[in-house]
């Protein structure tokens, strides 16, 4: 199905914004792994909404209720099920987005592929609400790679024209919990001053503004990966477009790399404490499709938000004529802050499906 990804670990998700839970089925999770509802719960709260007036002010509770999967606290081999009761959504607040799609968002896409039948309340199954269950899948997924040595983190690289500074050559475990602890998850925390008040003034604005998201894994080991269609990147990127309002994907240098001359862009191998290393890291820790040891570097662009209040020009879908659309209610001003547990949970299910696939299933 469409709403799924993975090999041995399969996560799929499902909900729509406005109905009664939105919820996800994580398939292929080792047994006997003990999971901490403390942790996955604070690691939720990150993206939870209605925390400050950066974000919507649609108020979720986002307790996960587990449905299958876990026992004693621990991982039995069955397929996990958690759902997510929603409670704080307006329905009424979308009546009018049901003739009039919105401006960059799905509403004509889904009306047109499903014949206008689609729950597009809040956005239906294209809706940011739908990242609370990725969250839960990518919750987990993280502590069992802690487990093993492997750390993933992120951090708000770039709000508007703000950026902060990037991830050091070697990150550690150790930077992405202090990150994660901030109420706003910046390495600067003046740049991150700038990117707020950027936040504020777009939504004085009844606008909104895009953001990146730089995410960095550390401890996985060379060699994994397949070369061509299957590769590292490959399966990244295939997920992380998953993440509602993703316009694009980097590795490494990226698309920065272009404007450079093989020397520059070129890592230098190093041998660091008897092991092969690389003296920068311009590949993001990717060489071929394949991890080389290096810590694994991508960045998500997300665009801005496109319910604003700002008049809009759209169309009746019922009459077929030109119209103008006003949208009200509460939508976020800006989404990257609050992706950035997002991009983790992604990326720590697909490194974990990489690792167990690598490893028959079994670590």
Not at 29 to 34: M, N, R
Not at 43 to 68: C, I, M, N
Request: one cysteine or more; hydrophobic letters at 40%; charged letters at 20%.
């Amino acid at each position: 199905m469409s709403s799924e990804f993975g090999k041995i670990l399969k996560v799929s998700v499902f909900g729509q914004s406005h109905g009664t839970a939105i919820g996800v089925v994580v398939d292929g999770l080792p047994a006997g792994e003990k999971i901490d509802p403390e942790e996955l719960q604070t690691f939720l709260d990150r993206r939870r909404p209605g925390r400050d007036p950066l974000s919507t002010a649609r108020s979720e509770g986002d307790v996960p209720e587990f449905l299958s999967g876990l026992e004693g606290g621990k991982t039995c081999g069955s397929p996990l099920c958690a759902v997510i009761r929603n409670s704080g959504q307006r329905s009424g607040d979308y009546t009018e987005l049901a003739d009039k799609p919105r401006p960059g968002h799905a509403d004509y896409a889904a009306w047109v592929k499903w014949n206008g039948l689609a729950d597009m309340r809040g956005g239906g199954h294209f809706s940011g609400r739908l990242t609370a269950p990725l969250c839960v899948a990518g919750g987990i997924a993280r502590q069992i790679l802690a487990r093993r040595g492997v750390y993933v983190g992120a951090h708000l690289n770039s709000v508007a024209a703000v950026s902060d500074r990037p991830f050091p050559l070697y990150p550690t475990a150790e930077l992405f919990e202090e990150v994660s602890r901030k109420p706003f998850p910046v390495l600067d925390n003046e740049a991150g001053g700038r990117m707020r008040e950027a936040i504020l003034a777009a939504k004085a604005d009844l606008d909104s503004v895009g953001g990146v998201v730089e995410c960095a894994a550390v401890g996985l080991p060379a060699g994994l990966g397949e070369p061509m269609f299957d590769g590292v990147e490959n399966r990244l990127a295939a997920a992380l477009f998953g993440i509602p309002a993703v316009k694009g994907v980097e590795f490494g240098a990226g698309f920065a790399a272009s404007a450079r001359r093989g020397s520059e862009n070129n890592d230098p191998f190093v041998v660091k404490s008897g092991k092969i290393a690389a003296g920068t890291n311009h590949a993001g820790g990717i060489l071929g499709g394949i991890t080389t040891g290096m810590p694994l570097v991508l960045r998500a662009a997300f665009k801005p938000t496109p319910s604003i209040g700002k008049p809009q020009k759209t169309v009746s879908l019922s009459a077929a004529e030109n119209t103008e659309l006003q949208i009200h209610g509460r939508h976020d001003p800006c989404i990257a802050h609050r992706a950035v547990p997002v991009v983790e949970a992604v990326t720590a299910c697909v490194l974990l499906d990489l690792l167990l696939e690598g490893n028959h299933g079994t670590f």
